[in-house]
């Protein structure tokens, strides 16, 4: 079945610090992917996504970039700040038609100023 | 548009005793969604429809579930004769079926403990 791996948290950087989180995936076919944001107290929330091969999702500085030939989408970004602190998921959806997400575990991201 | 909504948002209740949820999607949207996420976990589906058919449910969904959407726009999720196993928050999220991947706009949740 499809599946979603992805580091495990808690993670914990300075302001400015260089972010990467990786996700790992399972799935017949072409999936898309996705990563997913849930702040403190809130719903989740769709960060980025990309639908095919190669291509870049790009959102609030954040990027993660569609690896078929590694099964990857790991999170990135460039210099994080308070306001990311969040917890992080990682989902797929198998087949255009049915666009149900398999989600990774999550990883809770803090930023300390 | 005011986004989904879910109620109650927490419901506490005693094993055994049944308990039913509310989701209010986006109006426009006819996708319906089920999730359950447990503490530390991702979100796992259970069930989805189109308007109001439901079109899949996963195995999670033992006879005690039972989802509704009776005229394709707010739906319910009943669970009878809870388990303490049952205690998880409960996510609703609602899409519009379109050419293309369509996004999933989640609701607050509702959270629920069987005691």
């Known amino acids: 079945g499809n599946s979603v791996t992805q580091m495990e948290g808690p993670v914990t950087l300075s302001e400015e610090a260089f972010l990467t989180i990786n996700c790992t995936y399972t799935a017949t076919g072409y999936p898309s992917l996705f990563w997913y944001v849930q702040y403190p107290g809130e719903g989740l929330q769709l960060l980025l996504k990309a639908t095919k091969a190669d291509d870049k999702g790009s959102n609030k500085g954040f990027e993660a970039t569609y690896r078929k030939e590694t099964t990857s989408f790991h999170l990135e970004k460039g210099s994080v700040q308070v306001s990311d602190s969040a917890v992080y998921f990682c989902?797929?959806?198998?087949?255009?038609?049915?666009?149900?997400?398999?989600f990774g575990t999550g990883t809770r991201l803090t930023i300390i100023p | 548009d005011t986004g989904v909504s879910q109620n109650p948002r927490h419901k506490i209740t005693k094993r055994g005793q049944n308990v039913t949820f509310r989701c209010d999607p986006i109006s426009e949207h006819n996708r319906l969604y089920w999730y359950r996420q447990t503490l530390g976990q991702g979100p796992e589906f259970l069930t989805y429809f189109q308007n109001e058919a439901q079109l899949e449910k996963s195995r999670l969904l033992s006879d005690r579930f039972s989802a509704e959407r009776p005229k394709g726009s707010f739906s319910t999720l009943e669970i009878q004769r809870t388990e303490q196993g049952d205690s998880a928050m409960y996510l609703c999220a609602s899409s519009f079926l379109d050419r293309g991947y369509n996004e999933q706009f989640f609701g607050p949740g509702t959270r629920l403990t069987v005691l």
């Open positions: 989902a797929l959806s198998a087949s255009f038609g049915n666009e149900k997400l398999t």
